[in-house]
């Protein structure tokens, strides 16, 4: 039995996802907000960066996120963000299906990562990744344009938002582009924990 798409994003408190300029990406609001995940037990070792680590509810939100995925999918922006930021053991350990113009062969990082670039749209790399999950699920891991054209192509069965106490003022919103009239999102669980609120909703058509 195929498995669910779903994705999972840490959002500031003001609708934004990531700094507007791929300059900024790493910068100092983007680590702001991505703060919560760095001391984790479940972080650390993804990343091999040593032993130890926090835990707790944000481990375990984190790791089961993990957990569940066995393929992901990402567009072309977030790549090329993350080709220049991942280290060489890139963090997926699954196979990633990128959805690009640019035709290039497949990419194969050690530790399970193998970069698969698709050409012919959201909806083939979709295919690929489920038949490459089996019955584990397909994350669409981002970037927010990404994730629009999957919501608003009705191919996202739920999503998970982890609000951090963060502003941005100006970036890229998570939801700007997405068809309000063609989705009813309806809540499954809110985890509130010392440092940010995970939200998670099933999507279903209107």
Known sequence: MAGKVFFSVTMSL?????PESLDDLMGPKWMELQAWVFPLRWFRENLKLGEGGEEGLDNDIARATYERTGASVMGKRMFDAGELAWPE????????????????DPWERPGGTTFHFVND???????????AAGDRDVRIAGGAETIQEYLDGGLVDEFSVTLAPVLFGTGIRLFDRVDPDR??????RADISSRVTHLTYTVGKR
Do not use: K
Not at 14 to 18: K, L, Q, R, T
Not at 183 to 188: D, K, N, T, V
């Open 14 to 18: 003001d609708g934004f996802m990531a």
């Open 89 to 104: 053991e890139a963090p997926f350990h699954t196979p990633v299906f990128v959805v690009t113009h640019t035709r290039r």
């Open 121 to 131: 749209g959201i909806s083939s790399a979709l295919d690929q990744a489920r038949e």
């Open 183 to 188: 989705l009813a999102l309806e809540q499954a």
